[in-house]
């Protein structure tokens, strides 16, 4: 462990664990807009410092594609999510003593603001100890209330989540719990509890402003050699122009940003299985019937697009293809050579 590491506080230790939450945010977003593409993470490299020393690093990431880099950069989300929840929680136990052998303070107080985050963060370690990948809710009986920070604004209602998978909308969204961290580690750090809320209370906006802040601050020139850097490679991938035909069914498999930047999920287990979530697509998306009939373009797309806004990787074009002749759906070549899957309509 490095001097400036063991130097920190434990306020400051629980900042850090947060800012690593925030970074991962960033790459969440920036690859989900295009910012960052798959030719940013090689497997090797040589870097070299400003001393004029070279080096060889090894990066062993698999990320081969655009969906193989959103996949990581949720897990590293996730990873971060739960680092945070752990640290902050120890630093609490090792600096107040285990909440459960504390007084809880009148709810009129303003030390029920410390009380309600620390009940959030001991709910949250609680229910990462069976699985902090794909973790459920896990709540003691004497905590299966509602349990408020007034000052922040944020409720966690843990009346009835026993046993509902972990999300962000639980417990005030990813800003909220990025606000809950900075407010208890002010506390940590002995800021009375008022002056602590006011600091820790901020507006975050869309994680596309967190990903622009962060990727600001990448130099120009990478540090990698024989790259442009950022804003190099493939650049920003794009929506096909509306004209363009998409409806081969050899076509590779294409990538298509979102209109808003979805949430990471907080667990794996809202990612798709190797079925790719065609089913869950038809289901909620979809219209079928016999006048149903939807070009085969639009169809992936919109199958691409629900599947990046609900969290699941998306089949190749070709795959999709092949998965919905299995359920009984015919393509078609109609009007102007063009291909039709018949039976199915995007209902948006």
Not at 124 to 136: C, E, F, G, V
Not at 260 to 268: A, K
Request: hydrophobic share 40%; with cysteine; aromatic share 8%.
């Amino acid at each position: 462990m490095s001097p400036s590491t063991t130097a920190l506080t434990p306020g400051g230790r629980v900042r850090l664990a947060r800012e690593n939450l925030c970074l991962a945010m960033a790459v969440y977003a920036a690859s989900h807009q295009g910012l960052i593409t798959a030719t940013f993470v090689p497997n090797s490299a040589e870097l070299f410092l400003t001393n004029g020393q070279t080096f060889a690093a090894g990066v062993p990431l698999d990320v081969s594609d655009h969906r193989s880099l959103l996949r990581t950069a949720g897990n590293q989300v996730r990873g971060a999510f739960s680092l945070l929840a752990v640290h902050t929680q120890r630093e609490l136990d090792a600096t107040l003593g285990p909440l459960t052998h504390a007084v809880r303070p009148p709810a009129e107080s303003p030390e029920a603001n410390l009380w309600g985050a620390r009940s959030i963060f001991f709910v949250i370690n609680h229910s990462l100890n069976d699985d902090p990948m794909a973790p459920s809710w896990r709540v003691p009986p004497a905590f299966r209330h509602p349990i408020a920070v007034p000052a922040l604004n944020i409720t966690l209602d843990a009346s009835n989540l026993n046993g509902e998978e972990i999300r962000w909308g639980h417990f005030g969204g990813l800003p909220g719990y990025l606000d809950l961290a900075l407010f208890v580690s002010y506390c940590l750090d002995g800021i009375d509890v008022a002056t602590a809320a006011q600091a820790a209370s901020g507006n975050y906006g869309a994680m596309g402003h967190l990903a622009q802040r962060y990727s600001s601050e990448i130099p120009s020139r990478s540090p990698v050699r024989n790259s442009g850097g950022y804003g190099s490679g493939s650049g920003r991938l794009r929506r096909p122009a509306p004209h363009a035909r998409t409806d081969d069914a050899d076509a590779p498999a294409g990538w298509v940003a979102p209109d808003g930047l979805p949430e990471p999920r907080i667990s794996v287990a809202s990612q798709a299985s190797d079925l790719g979530a065609v089913d869950d697509f038809i289901t909620n998306a979809c219209s079928t019937g016999t006048r149903a009939m939807t070009l085969a373009g639009d169809l992936y797309t919109a199958y691409s697009r629900w599947c990046l806004d609900h969290g699941y990787l998306a089949h190749s074009q070709r795959k999709f293809g092949l998965e919905l002749r299995a359920r009984g759906y015919q393509r078609k070549r109609r009007g102007k050579g063009r291909h039709w899957w018949m039976g199915l309509e995007c209902r948006s």
